[in-house]
């Protein structure tokens, strides 16, 4: 080290910062919080984008939160201007608080809430200031006034020399700048970064326990990485030290591509004499491709993107489980086990988590959400579907608010009981379960079984329509079913027909999908009689008097 006036140095950088990080300390005091209690944050760009496997680390950090009686909070990471995209900011906290994620601080809609703040880091230069001044006073930062022209030759040279590239050791030419000289640029108002003056050696091993990938020792940075760039923006690495100490976070849980750079995080909190946090670093999301696997990825996937799962309708409760499921296998154990807890009732454990990359699914996902769309009762798929319709299904959306009886009748049929039904997946599942009853929706199809006459459908449709009565019970209208069979020559019961096929023309399924056809325009749908009575008599009249119009139509 250069024999120079730090102090001297700091003052003339940054004459303005009367602070001390002894202030900050005040200002941000410990946190009151249980013994335990962890304090976490998600920390996104604001680009607008959210990436699916982000989630992952969301619910990771809210759960060790939450669970511990700890603080969750959002903190903007605004640094690099050139990815912002406008509303980003508000896409992020919209999204994430449809998913259900809920933060106790942090950046909000209309600025900030909590004591920690400010939550976007363009906001904290001030504080960054305070502790950038400190490290020059103490000799660990200097300006390098090296521009990129100077930077390329650096380079160059190294790779003449077959050295590792980067600004280290001797080839950091601005490290010991006399203070003289630092004046004269200063005063030519030359730009310069604020660097960190590495004494580590990539001789030496630094040990590290991260909670998910374990054990790993590293090579100590040497490098002098930018704390400060020329516009006085603190980078990631300098901005993630400083917040994260002191927004008082117990435990950073962010993707593993900022593994390569922890050891210089580590140094600089080191540095600082702070306590180092605990760091939970969480491998990217794969996809299987072909017989390979490969990083979800944003420019190929969309299912890369999470408001993608919004649009698709996904239940937010399902996505939410899909994820504990991935991270802690014994959460399905645990969901068989508790059919209707919560799923924030589940004791997540980082333990259980695997130090490698979760395999994305939709079969599972898709498997988990048509059970938690089963375990709704129909009051609740209303709800839900009315939000997610509003956005993506107008027409859909007017039909179940503005008959909202009918809908949730429709929607009780075969809910509930020990056999729900599970035939709907995503929200957009449920439109062709309402277009049964809409007749502006009412599309139908009327393919009969090809062995019955047209003559002979339309007697069935008529005599039916004679003895419907709606007021008849699951077993009369079932009854009644069976009566019409037999008159035609089709056999009341399977069982019978089973024994005997050549004596019969065919069997009650098929005069019952005859109704089913007519009625309802398509050969699959929930049970006929609930349908019938959801309908009502008009609708179940009117629809038998169209299929048989429709069918003399055809014998024309
Ligand atoms: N802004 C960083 C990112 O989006 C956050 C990393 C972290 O959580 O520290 O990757």
Not at 307 to 328: D, H, I, K
Not at 386 to 397: F, H, V
Request: glycine share 6%.
């Amino acid at each position: 080290m250069a024999n120079i006036d730090y102090k001297a140095l700091s003052e003339l950088l940054f004459p303005d910062v009367t602070r001390t990080p002894e202030d900050l300390e005040i200002q941000f005091p410990l946190r009151n919080l249980p013994e335990g209690a962890a304090v976490t944050r998600f920390a996104p760009s604001p680009t607008g984008f959210i990436h699916f496997g982000n989630l992952f680390a969301v619910i990771t950090a809210e759960r060790l939160a939450h669970q511990s009686g700890g603080v969750f909070y959002l903190r903007i990471e605004d640094t690099d201007a050139k990815r912002e995209v406008p509303g980003a900011v508000e896409t992020v906290i919209e999204l994430l608080e449809q998913f259900g994620i809920r933060f106790d601080e942090g950046a909000v809609l209309d600025g900030d809430v909590g004591d920690y703040g400010p939550y976007r880091q363009r906001s904290r230069v001030d504080i960054y200031h305070v502790i950038a001044k400190h490290l020059v006073a103490e000799g660990h930062a200097y300006p390098c006034f090296c521009t990129e022209e100077d930077l390329s030759r650096i380079r160059a040279q190294q790779e003449a020399e077959k050295a590792t590239t980067g600004y280290y050791g001797k080839w950091a030419i601005c490290r010991d700048l006399p203070l003289e000289e630092i004046k004269v640029q200063l005063d030519a108002q030359k730009p310069y970064v604020l660097r960190f003056r590495s004494t580590g050696s990539i001789e030496n091993k630094v040990f590290h326990r991260d909670l998910v990938k374990g054990e790993l020792q590293l090579t100590e940075n040497d490098i002098d990485h930018v704390l400060l760039k020329s516009d006085g923006i603190p980078t990631y690495h300098f901005a993630h030290v400083v917040d994260d100490h002191f927004m008082r976070t117990t435990h950073v849980v962010r993707g593993d591509e900022w593994l390569s750079t922890l050891p210089f995080h580590l140094q600089v909190f080191d540095t600082l004499k702070w306590r180092r946090p605990k760091y939970l670093h969480i491998s990217p999301l794969m996809k299987k491709d072909g017989d390979s696997k490969r990083k979800l990825s944003k420019r190929k996937d969309p299912e890369s993107s999470l408001s993608y799962y919004r649009e698709a309708g996904y239940p937010v409760q399902a996505v939410y489980e899909y994820v504990l499921n991935t991270l802690n296998s014994n959460y399905e154990q645990w969901r068989q086990a508790n059919p209707t807890a919560p799923p924030t009732d589940f004791k997540f454990s980082v333990k259980k988590m695997s130090s490698s990359g979760a395999l994305f699914d939709i079969d599972k996902l898709r498997d988990i959400s048509k059970n938690v769309v089963a375990a709704m009762d129909a009051e609740t798929v209303h709800r839900h579907l009315s939000e997610w319709a509003k956005d993506y299904a107008p027409e859909l959306y007017r039909f179940i608010t503005e008959n909202r009886e009918e809908a949730i009748a429709a929607l009780s049929i075969g809910r509930g009981g020990k056999k729900p039904r599970k035939d709907a997946v995503v929200w957009s599942d449920f439109k062709t379960l309402m277009s049964f009853f809409c007749d502006e929706q009412f599309r139908p199809e009327y393919e009969y079984p090809e062995h019955m006459g047209k003559e002979e459908i339309i007697r069935i449709l008529t005599e039916y329509s004679d003895m419907y009565d709606p007021n008849d019970d699951n077993t009369v209208w079932f009854g009644k079913v069976r009566e019409l069979a037999s008159q035609h020559g089709y056999c009341p019961d399977m069982k019978t027909y089973r024994q005997d096929p050549s004596c019969y023309k065919g069997h009650v399924g098929d005069v019952s999908m005859v109704l089913r056809v007519a009625v309802c325009g398509c050969q699959q749908t929930p049970d006929l009689c609930e349908m019938m009575r959801v309908m009502g008599p008009e609708m179940v009249h009117n629809r038998i008097s169209a299929a048989i119009d429709h069918l003399r139509g055809e014998n024309k």
